[in-house]
């Protein structure tokens, strides 16, 4: 029997994050950290007044059970689910340096998820998206939440793919974008190289990215000699900042569309500035835009392997995270195609 060599859980977890990096893309390894922090912050007693777990040659299937009824409290099944199957894993790298015994992992109780349960369904209704690009087209055009929000709509792109691009991936003659992962060059895609495609572009959309090449975007390279496609005058906009523009111009009061609260804007705490409209209660994250921007295609009767190729994303993936439509829209949707 191999005898265990003491450590704690912040010492075990450092050396897990070190032996990650490089395999998992650094936002999986900070969300790895971020959802194992929860576990070293309850095995360190941060919300108790003693440490509970100190050397995890010491923890037991009962020490899982109180995390587990600990962690519960404020999340929902699914983020629970998230949470226990990244211990589980954490716990067989820990197997793998002698910090637990071999049987450990497995006494980590992972909850299964009912039909249905692992679903979002918060997507961007069409006519709102609309009403967005209404707005920005007559009093923002061409500007760089113009471009953004234009994008993200027709393309579906994820931010990290939006993030990537450059004034060169663009080619305005055939309307298209190259998509790329270049991880040295400081941007990656979440699929990596297989993430990698040629996105087209309807002729409008075309000539908006056109414009605001030719007269909105501020021109600067970034810290690699890349000229970003969306840009600041410190060079390439981060992914953060990309993602606070989607928050305030889908804020309803922003584009003009009224306040579901009745609030005037001058008055509300969640106007103003960027930060600001991030805790807009009204907002629509990002990936919302995605998901709405999906369902929108496929209720157009657009092949659904085409519309996984364009947002390089697999079919089963499309069914369960992004397919809004009932089993009477899929049903009249195939009546018609074959009555065609």
């Not at 990537?164 to 298209?176: I, M």
């Not at 609260?261 to 600001?276: I, M, Q």
């Amino acid at each position: 029997m191999t005898e265990l060599e003491p450590i704690t859980p912040n010492e075990a977890l450092e050396l897990y994050c070190e032996d990650i990096d490089g395999e998992l893309s650094p936002n999986s390894v900070r969300a790895k950290r971020y959802q194992l922090g929860k576990f070293v912050d309850w095995c360190e007693g941060a919300d108790a007044d003693e440490q509970r777990v100190g050397n995890l040659n010491e923890i037991t299937g009962r020490d899982f059970t109180r995390f587990k009824n600990w962690r519960s409290e404020g999340i929902n099944k699914v983020t629970l689910r998230t949470n226990l199957s990244a211990l589980r894993s954490f716990m067989r790298f820990c197997v793998s340096i002698d910090a637990v015994g071999h049987a450990i992992p497995e006494k980590i109780n992972v909850p299964n998820l009912d039909s249905g349960e692992n679903h979002n369904d918060e997507h961007i209704d069409e006519s709102e998206a609309r009403a967005i690009l209404d707005y920005l087209s007559q009093f923002e055009y061409a500007s760089m939440d113009h471009v953004l929000f234009k994008l993200q709509w027709t393309t579906a792109m994820r931010m990290s793919g939006l993030h990537s691009l450059d004034v060169g991936d663009f080619d305005a003659k055939n309307g298209t974008l190259s998509v790329s992962h270049r991880p040295d060059q400081g941007t990656r895609l979440k699929n990596c190289e297989d993430g990698e495609r040629v996105v087209t572009l309807d002729a409008e959309t075309a000539g908006v990215v056109s414009d605001y090449i030719e007269y909105q975007r501020v021109g600067v390279k970034d810290d690699y000699g890349r000229r970003p496609l969306f840009s600041s005058e410190y060079g390439r906009m981060s992914k953060q900042n990309l993602n606070k523009r989607i928050y305030r111009v889908t804020a309803p009061c922003y584009t003009s569309r009224g306040c579901p609260a009745d609030r005037e804007p001058l008055e509300c705490e969640h106007t103003g500035s960027y930060d600001n409209y991030v805790t807009c209660p009204y907002n629509t994250r990002p990936h919302a835009i995605r998901g709405g921007s999906i369902t929108y295609w496929l209720r157009n009767d657009v092949p659904k392997k085409a519309v996984g190729d364009r947002v390089n994303a697999s079919m089963k993936t499309l069914d369960r995270h992004y397919d809004e439509r009932s089993k009477e829209e899929k049903a009249e949707q195939r009546r018609d195609f074959f009555d065609k």
